[in-house]
């Protein structure tokens, strides 16, 4: 167990819907990654923040917007859903903004839509 | 961005042999880590290793950052070692974080 976790584990969905994910990260920790996997794109970063401030970005889509709050767990919205959003949604997080510090994973969310 | 080439992509071993999997860089980094992927989609933390050598029982792990590689070693594999095998790199210029395509590793009884 990583410490990170994330909520829902699954969500299935239809297309034009809009979701959202949670991470808590591990105690202590003040950075959140968010990484999409999905079967064709591998794992790609997206967004991550630290201490409540967007640090890096990746390539996250203008449908997809994220969030990190006070209490340091940030929440991943994603909006008009296409089939091609399925995918492994993944948070991390580390102890600090950037690097060099170790990343840990939570479960994941597995999204499906429809 | 950097780019993260993992080889070989796909591996099969006998249980109990050996085997190197290699990530190259693109750039220079300075976070650079190893994880393992297993079958329900876990990805566990195998090596945080930015440079230096860093063994953990029949695993270890090499990077030469002046030369943009790292290499993971696994002996005497087993059969719970199998999933997909992914370096990933934070760039030490843009912070932004890449993985490679991952190798996928297969152990036979």
Redesign the interface.
């Known amino acids: 167990d990583?410490g990170v976790t994330q909520t829902p584990k699954h969500l299935i969905t239809a297309t034009g819907q809009r979701v959202t994910l949670r991470c808590s990260p591990r105690s202590g920790d003040l950075s959140v990654?968010w990484?999409q996997q999905s079967l064709d794109q591998?794992?790609?970063?997206l967004i991550?923040y630290y201490n409540g401030e967007e640090?890096?970005?990746?390539n996250i889509l203008e449908r997809f917007s994220a969030q990190q709050f006070p209490d340091l767990h940030s929440e991943l919205n994603l909006s008009s859903l296409e089939l091609g959003d399925s995918a492994?949604y993944?948070c991390a997080s580390s102890s600090a903004g950037?690097?060099?510090?170790?990343?840990?994973?939570g479960?994941?969310t597995?999204l499906t839509v429809t | 961005g950097i780019q993260v080439e993992q080889s070989p992509p796909d591996l099969i071993l006998q249980e109990g042999a050996n085997s190197t999997l290699r990530c190259n860089f693109s750039d220079s980094v300075n976070n650079l880590q190893w994880f393992h992927q297993n079958p329900w989609g876990q990805l566990i933390n195998l090596f945080y290793i930015p440079s230096g050598t860093k063994q953990n029982g029949r695993l270890s792990a090499t990077t030469v950052a002046t030369e943009r590689y790292s290499l993971l070693y696994i002996s005497s594999s087993q059969t719970t070692d199998s999933g997909v095998y992914f370096c990933a790199g934070i760039s030490t210029n843009a912070g932004k974080s890449t993985f490679g395509d991952g190798t996928t590793l297969t152990v036979k009884p």
């Open positions: 990583s990654y990484y591998g794992l790609q970063f991550q640090r890096a970005k990746g492994l993944f950037r690097g060099p510090y170790e990343q840990y994973f479960p994941g597995r």
